[in-house]
C-alpha cells in the first residue's frame, strides 16, 4: 500500500459547496482518494437524550473529537488503516458502526472547520476555502435539512441565527486567511477544472508542487517579489 502523498482541506460555510467541490475535483482520481468528512468526528453525545442533542453548538470548535482526527489522519499518513467514525445527521450522534478506511494517495478533508486546527493545518498540503454568499448557503442550508436531515423550517432558523451564522462569523470566515485558494462560488468550473488536473498529476506522481509553502517562503526569504512576479520571473 502506498503512503498518501497529497493531503488537501477543504473548508467554508454551511452549504458552500465544500462536498461537492471534494467529490468534482477527484472524480477522476476515485480509487486513489480517501473521503474525510470532519462531520464523522463530531463528539460522540450517546450520553444525551435527543432533545438534550437537538440544542447542541455543532458550530463551535468544540463540537469537534479533534484528537481522534489528528491521530486517525496520522495514521493514513503512515500508511496504515483507520477505523473511521460516521454520523447521523437526523440523530444528532454519531452511528454505532465505524467503516475502514485504507490509506491512499490522496486524501481530502471537508468541513466547516476543516482548516481550523492548528496541528491538521499542518498535515496538509492543499488548503482551500469554498466561499459563497451566506443568502445562498441558507437557502440551500434549508432545502437540505428539511429534506434529507428530517428538520423542520422553524428549528432551522433558529439553529441558524443562534448557533450557525455567529459561529461561521467567529470561527470559520477567519480561517480563509489559512488557505491557498479562496474557490469563489463553489463549484466554479475554472477552479474546479484546474484542481482536478493538479489532482491527477499528485496521483501520478509527476506533479510540481508549485503551492508549496516552504518552497515560496524560502524563494520570498531569497529576495523572490511574490507582488510583480511575472516581471522578476
Ligand atoms: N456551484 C454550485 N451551484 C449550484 N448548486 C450548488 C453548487 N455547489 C453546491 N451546490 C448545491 O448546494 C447544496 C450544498 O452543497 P454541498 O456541497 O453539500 O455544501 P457543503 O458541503 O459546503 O455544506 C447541494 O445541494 C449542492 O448540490
Ligand atoms: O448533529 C448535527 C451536526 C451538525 N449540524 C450542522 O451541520 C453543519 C455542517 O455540515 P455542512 O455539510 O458543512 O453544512 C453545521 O453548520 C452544523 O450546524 C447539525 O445541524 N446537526
Known sequence: MTIPSFVI???????AG???VAQLVTENVEDAVTRIPLDNYYE????LDLEERSDVNYDHPSAFEWELLREQLTHLLEGRTVEMPQYDFEIHNRKDERITVEPTDVIVLE????????RINEMLDLRLYVET???????????????????????VMRQYLSTVKPMHEQFVEPTKKRADLVVPEGANS????????KIQAEVEGDAVRSWDRETIEKRVSEGFDLDSAQTTE
Open 9 to 15: 482541506g477543504i473548508a467554508g460555510g454551511t452549504g
Open 18 to 20: 465544500k462536498t461537492t
Open 44 to 47: 460522540d453525545l450517546s450520553h
Open 111 to 118: 468541513g466547516i472547520l476543516a482548516l481550523y486546527d492548528e
Open 133 to 155: 454568499d451566506a443568502d445562498v448557503r441558507i437557502l440551500r442550508r434549508i432545502q437540505r435539512d428539511v429534506v434529507e436531515r428530517g428538520r423542520d423550517l422553524e428549528g
Open 190 to 197: 475554472v477552479a474546479v477544472n484546474l484542481l482536478e488536473e
